[in-house]
């Protein structure tokens, strides 16, 4: 029997592999920078958690989420409501008033396949934790764009909304729902529960046609106090002196219930119609509803497969070296024992070192070796074992030199080429 992945899964080959990994340290880099603390939760949490924290009517918690266990457990769909929860179960707030945390995880959802959309799918993301000043929108914000532009994707726009609070949105939301009423037979099923349910949701549809009903509905943003346009004013002047390119959407929501305020995406035009690559927004009343005291945050997810499809279309070149420093060849038997003992003397250095496992010619190990593009070769014999010295061939410009059959010196010689090379550029 032949199996096969599931559906909406893929595999990540060592090519792939390597590229992730490139891309995760440059992550990690920016939010040191940013003073970003890794925090990994649970595969796996209280389905309840889900959907106290992203809302019933949403469309990961009514059709997308996979829940085992008679319904007790949930993988996760998403990872703010994880973290909040080891925030507060580890009394997090405890070591500062304010916490900064991101996150590189994999989560599911049953979603319907398409270009940059699984349903095990891969994403990093941050939350800012314990304060509501108008610049920790403004940080948040100018992380995301901080990630993109390490790798130079340039055909992205930032989207920026504010959705204000609750009390805010609820004489809204009557207003939102009887113009909607005399569009009902217009509306799709899962729009209709959200009329009753939550009428903001339907802001976020996608279907073509209630967009078009939604051109010329009420607009959120009319109804919101003048403290919060205030706010969010601010928060604009800020992105424009810090040259973040940004467009006001009034129409913008995010798809968890959880957002207040602040809301924004980051959209690329290289993704079809899921164009969204990081997405965002504040949730001052996430950390009370899951028993904490009144906490401000706001933080963003970014999808690293939708990520890793722009960095491809832009043609970034990744710098990271995945070659081998050396190759180590061999005549015989008790070369290869040899050899093999400075193989492993050499790793434990720090040098990335390949030798053969299949007792192959010296032609076929050396064919091997140009192969895998490694940078420095050497061949072991019985001459080589009984003088103490081996030729170091660069299989890069075909020169050679004598060199002692010692780890020391061969490491040595290596690291300094490296080292060099890097410098200058030239490797």
């Known amino acids: 029997m032949k199996f096969q992945k599931p559906k909406g899964t ?12 490139f891309l995760y340290q ?15 939760t649970p595969a796996f949490e209280k389905t309840e958690l889900f959907r106290r924290g992203i809302g019933e009517t949403s469309d990961i918690v009514s059709k997308e989420m996979y829940s085992f266990n008679n319904d007790e457990f949930t993988l996760r769909p998403e990872l703010t409501a994880g973290v909040i929860r080891a925030y507060l179960e580890n009394n997090l707030y405890n070591i500062s008033p304010i916490t900064k945390l991101f996150y590189i995880a994999n989560m599911f959802r049953r ?25 920790s929108d403004a940080e948040v914000i100018c992380l995301g764009v901080q990630l993109l532009n390490e790798f130079g994707l340039l055909n992205v ?37 959200r009329l009753e349910k939550n009428p903001l949701r339907i802001l976020d549809t996608k279907d073509s046609r209630e967009l078009e009903i939604l051109s010329s509905a009420p607009v959120l943003y009319d109804y ?63 950390i009370e509803q899951f028993g904490g005291k009144p906490t401000p945050a706001i933080g963003f997810g970014l999808g690293i497969e ?24 061999y005549t015989d038997e008790t070369a290869q024992n040899f050899a093999f003992g400075i193989a492993i003397k050499l790793r434990i250095s720090g040098l990335k070192v390949e030798i053969d496992f299949l007792n192959r010619s010296v032609k076929s190990q050396l064919k091997e070796a140009n192969r895998l593009n490694v940078t420095f070769s ?16 660069n299989m890069h410009d075909g020169k050679s030199l004598k060199i002692k059959l010692s780890p020391n010196e061969i490491y040595n010689f290596i690291s300094k080429y490296e080292n060099e090379t890097s410098t200058t550029g030239n490797a």
């Open 224 to 286: 919101l106090s003048t403290d919060t346009k205030r706010r969010f004013e601010k928060l604009l002047a800020i992105l424009d002196n810090l040259n973040v390119r940004f467009e006001t959407d009034y129409r913008l929501v995010r798809g968890f219930d959880y957002y207040t305020d602040t809301a924004f995406e980051i959209h690329s035009g290289e993704l079809g119609a899921q164009n969204s690559v990081l997405g965002g927004g504040r949730y001052n009343n996430l």
């Open 157 to 193: 726009t930032t989207k920026i909304n504010s959705i204000g609070s609750p009390a805010e949105r609820s004489k809204y939301l009557e207003i939102l729902k009887q113009y909607l009423i005399s569009y009902k037979s217009d509306l799709s099923e899962i729009s209709l529960i």
């Open 378 to 393: 050497i061949v072991i014999g019985e001459n080589e074992i009984n003088s103490g010295f081996v030729e170091l061939k």
């Open 306 to 329: 939708r990520l890793l499809i722009m960095i491809g279309k832009s043609n970034y070149k990744f710098s990271q070296k995945n070659n081998p420093d050396l190759y180590i060849g």
């Open 111 to 135: 979603e319907r396949p398409q270009a940059g959309r699984f349903r095990e799918f891969w994403q990093f993301g941050i939350e800012l934790i314990g304060s509501n000043d108008v610049h």
């Open 10 to 21: 893929y595999d990540i080959l060592p090519d792939d592999s390597a590229k992730r990994n």
């Open 26 to 40: 440059k992550i990690r880099t920016v939010c040191n920078n940013f003073n970003y603390s890794e925090i990994l």
